[in-house]
């Protein structure tokens, strides 16, 4: 038996010779399949992109809260204060309100509010009540031993 082939041309009114359309070319199809990649690796990143930023603003509003003067160093508040008066030269014992209901019926914590700052010169007998909240001294009153 041998072996045979056959070859059939078809002929067109054109150029002489027709050949059979072709089907779509394969870069069409690789490009679907590019796709579905790139969409593939693309959610898995934006995730991650996501979670990235939601830590940044996290720790942004972690680092600023860290840097209101009610919890950086005493040098910071005592500078903070003295841009709003004049203060006694010695170094101030520094407390921060914290339970109001423990200072209720004291004219001197009348006004103040939880996180405001208490300076204390006992040198020069006085103590300065200063709100960080707003920037503004809210009490000046003098530092007496004896009762009240």
Partial sequence: MKDE???ITLKSPTN???????SAPPIQRRSKRMRRRFIAAAIPLAVIALVFFACFL???KI?????S?????AGDVVAQVGKLMLLPEETPTIAVVSDLSKLKGQKFFANAK???IVLMYAEA?????YSPSLNKII????ITNGPQ
Avoid: F
């Fill in 125 to 129: 007998g006085e103590a300065v009540l």
């Fill in 63 to 67: 680092k600023q809260s860290a840097g």
């Fill in 58 to 60: 996290a720790y942004s």
């Fill in 69 to 73: 003067p009610t919890t950086n160093n």
């Fill in 5 to 7: 082939r056959m070859t």
């Fill in 16 to 22: 002489g010779t027709y050949s059979p359309p072709q």
């Fill in 139 to 142: 009490q000046v009153a003098p």
């Fill in 114 to 116: 939880e996180g405001d």
